[in-house]
């Protein structure tokens, strides 16, 4: 069955560095992919999209790079800073209203 | 800014209540959903609404059914609550369904005792 999955649950980045966070999908199909940025206590927001015709957006401090060959998609983050501390979901939609999450990152910060 | 309200951010309720949650976005959304979280699993999809009176099912119904009698409003409710259901519920909107910007509420943590 299609399933979305990062590969690590837990990440800690020291403040400056640049983080990496991976994902892996398996769903083919997949057309649209997603990372949303979930701090605590609140809801999941959306930060950056890339659609399968593409292998790499930029947005401000943000890469999404999408491997479709291995099914592999990454949020990179520059500089990272204390308010980058949160969960980080990938998802994917390969139909029309339906998006599938993955298990989610955390990341921590260290100063 | 957008918002999209759910007005319960903690519960606690007994085994066999009926719980209800409710949502409200102010963006004139057509398309609703509810999401549960639970830790090491993401986000899965329990229902979600297209349109005023129109519900599909998600990943995961069985337990929980929807009502959707007003465009901004959309009300998930456990009509016999049980302690698996212990969660956190997210509410989440979008105009534009093909794409992925989803417009997520705060969340109501509920639990089942």
């Known amino acids: 069955g299609e399933s979305v999955g990062l590969h690590l649950p837990t990440l800690s980045v020291q403040e400056g560095d640049n983080s990496i966070i991976n994902c892996a999908y398996s769903n083919s199909a997949s057309d649209y992919f997603i990372w949303y940025k979930q701090e605590s206590g609140k809801g999941p927001q959306f930060i950056i999209d890339?659609?399968?015709?593409?292998d790499k957006r930029q947005g401000q401090r943000v890469t999404v790079l999408l491997n479709k060959t291995v099914k592999h998609l990454s949020l990179q983050i520059a500089a990272t800073q204390p308010g980058d501390s949160a969960v980080y979901f990938c998802?994917?939609?390969?139909?029309?209203?339906?998006?599938?999450f993955g298990a989610g990152t955390t990341v921590t910060v260290r100063a | 800014d957008v918002k999209v309200t759910q007005s319960s951010r903690y519960l606690v309720k007994r085994t066999g209540e009926k719980v209800f949650l409710e949502c409200v976005q102010d963006?004139?959304?057509?398309?609703m959903f509810w999401y549960r979280q639970d830790p090491g699993l993401g986000l899965r999809l329990i229902y979600f609404?297209?349109?005023?009176?129109?519900?599909e099912k998600g990943d995961i119904p069985e337990g929980y059914s929807v009502s959707r009698e007003k465009k901004e409003r959309f009300s998930l409710i456990l009509e016999s609550a049980s302690t698996n259901q212990t969660s956190m519920y997210l509410c989440?909107?979008?105009?534009?369904?093909?794409?992925?910007?989803?417009?997520f509420g705060e969340g109501s943590r509920l639990t089942v005792l």
């Open positions: 890339i659609r399968s015709n593409m």
């Open positions: 998802a994917e939609n390969s139909n029309d209203y339906k998006l599938s």
């Open positions: 963006m004139d959304h057509e398309n």
């Open positions: 609404s297209y349109d005023v009176k129109m519900k």
């Open positions: 989440a909107s979008t105009g534009a369904i093909n794409t992925g910007e989803l417009f």
